[in-house]
């Protein structure tokens, strides 16, 4: 992950950034965000960047799931492939503790458009 304020490289699940001592992300809760992109041979090569809450979480290619543990309440997921960008709010509580974000990649006019496929509360 990638430090909002001066662009430091540091560890998954840091609070705080080593570098500059900005907040990085929620404290972890007993809540979690995992995005999946499925195993497909279409648009192998473009990687998408995930955010959660305005935060990289790190890059997802085919056949691989992020995974991030968030607070209670809501949480924007952004993908971003190149330049486009597709945001999805999804909120977690008691009743839904986990949320699966399925993603892949759209074809059509504007080549390698991020698509989310299915969001799915757990
Ligand atoms: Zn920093």
């Known amino acids: 992950m990638v430090c909002p304020n ?49 935060v990289e979480i790190g890059r997802l290619t085919n056949g691989i799931s992020l995974e991030r543990m968030v607070t209670e309440g809501s949480h924007i997921v952004t993908i971003k492939s190149l330049e486009k960008t597709l945001e999805q709010e999804v909120i977690l509580n008691d009743e839904h503790k986990e949320v699966e974000l399925s993603v892949s990649i759209g074809f059509g006019v504007v080549a390698g458009r991020p698509k989310i496929n299915s969001v799915t509360y757990k």
């Not at 080593?18 to 279409?42: A, H, W």
């Open 6 to 54: 001066c662009g430091a490289e540091m560890k998954e699940g840091t609070l705080f950034c080593i570098n500059c001592g900005t907040r990085i992300g929620n404290e972890p809760g007993d809540y979690k965000i995992v995005v999946t992109r499925p195993k497909k041979l279409f648009g192998v090569a473009i990687s998408f960047k995930i955010l959660i809450d305005g």
